[in-house]
């Protein structure tokens, strides 16, 4: 079996991710390839797409939230995610089992005596009227009921147990607002898709499909670290005839498109800035093909990342018009140019073309 090195599958990597051309794709296209972006930062998906996307104007994103063509919505991970409106209506039934047990794994002990069931119907009835609710609104609604229970412990689980989203403005370019939400079947104006009778998995199956288009080749501990769904192996195993397969330097199998990129290693790979939260490197279990293990904290932590021949090699920030970038390696004088070419060009958009300033500070000694 071939066996793909730590640049071979970083390379490969990049190319999925939109991240080694940027891409001439529209925006609708780019979050539906890429699975959705991760957003729990609400002005995060929008440097993602810059980085990914020649061209790229925030106008059109926001214009397609405030259209309800993409949503955000809890999904992947019981994390709040910016994905094509057609994606949350296919795949929230086949999440509904990962985020109740999230939220039970946070506060089973508030919600002792309550019957989920029964809280997603008051919930419901609570949402039915299409009024916008924050989830401490929720909650304490709910708490009118089930007196005992923490109310923020009953919002979290009202929103794990009912596909929501959440509305503008809350993600609009440029825009504050806090976080209120309505049903998605109301926001959309159609009903989510049922789950699958039992021992199919349809959905599952377009998830491994969507996740190796986006992120493969990849094992399916990183397919599972990805979605957050624990079930998905059923639906390897009864795709195994279209996919080939791997084995990395650890002796991992990884799974892949037959016919999906695999670039030269040796393919040049341009600076990147990435977003908070990023999924070029939270998608993956296993993520030494892009970030040293030494660094794997920084993107939990919601630090942004800049990619230097493709891995994480430097840390930045925006304050006051400038880009601050922090090295963590060192970079040699070309990759310093490159990423001051890169940061100019981020401030520029940032900014709205009012400033260009970046400060690239010394390499760790």
Same mark, same amino acid.
């Given at each position: ?21 940027? #891409? ?22 929008? +440097? ?10 925030? #106008? ?42 999230? !939220? ?6 508030? /919600? ?9 119907? #008051? ?25 005992? #229970?923490?109310?923020?412990? /009953? ?19 440029? %825009? ?24 199919? *998995?349809? !959905? ?89 293990? %030494? ?27 400038? +880009?601050? +970038?922090?090295? /963590?390696? *060192? ?35």
């Amino acid at each position: 079996m071939t066996v793909l090195d730590s640049r071979a599958l970083n390379r490969a990597t990049l190319a999925r991710q939109l991240l080694l051309d940027r #891409a001439e794709m529209p925006v609708l296209d780019a979050v539906a390839h890429l699975g959705g972006l991760q957003a729990q930062e609400p002005q995060e998906p929008f +440097v993602g797409l810059w980085s990914r996307l020649e061209a790229f104007d925030p #106008a059109v994103l926001s214009h397609l939230l405030t259209e309800r063509h993409v949503v955000r919505t809890h999904l992947m991970r019981r994390t709040v995610h910016l994905v094509v409106a057609d994606d949350a209506v296919a795949w929230r039934s086949r999440h509904d089992a990962m985020l109740r047990q999230r !939220v039970l794994g946070a506060y089973r002990g508030e /919600l002792n005596g309550v019957d989920l069931d029964d809280l997603a119907v #008051a919930a419901r009835k609570v949402l039915a009227d299409g009024e916008p609710r924050s989830m401490p609104e929720i909650g304490r609604a709910l708490a009118e009921r089930w007196a005992a #229970a923490e109310p923020r412990a /009953l919002g979290e689980m009202a929103v794990a147990l009912l596909p929501l989203v959440q509305l503008p403005p809350r993600g609009v370019w440029r %825009a504050k607002g806090g976080v209120r939400h309505v049903l998605l079947s109301a926001w959309v104006g159609r009903e989510v898709d049922p789950s699958a009778p039992e021992g199919s *998995d349809p !959905v599952g199956r377009v998830l491994v499909r969507r996740y190796l288009a986006a992120f493969g080749p990849a094992a399916t501990a990183d397919l599972r670290a990805w979605c957050g769904l624990a079930g998905l192996p059923a639906a390897v195993a009864g795709m195994r005839d279209e996919l080939v397969t791997f084995r990395d330097e650890r002796g991992r199998t990884l799974i892949d498109l037959p016919d999906a990129p695999r670039p030269d290693p040796e393919t040049p790979a341009p600076v990147r800035f990435l977003p908070a939260f990023d999924n070029a490197i939270l998608g993956y279990d296993d993520r030494s093909r892009i970030i040293d293990d %030494a660094h794997r904290l920084l993107s939990v932590a919601g630090e942004r990342v800049v990619l230097v021949d493709g891995r994480v090699a430097a840390t930045w920030t925006v304050e006051a018009g400038t +880009v601050t +970038v922090v090295p /963590l390696t *060192d970079l040699s004088r070309s990759h310093r140019t490159a990423v001051e070419e890169q940061g100019h060009a981020l401030a520029l958009f940032l900014s709205d073309n009012e400033s260009d300033r970046v400060r690239v500070a010394s390499s760790p000694r």
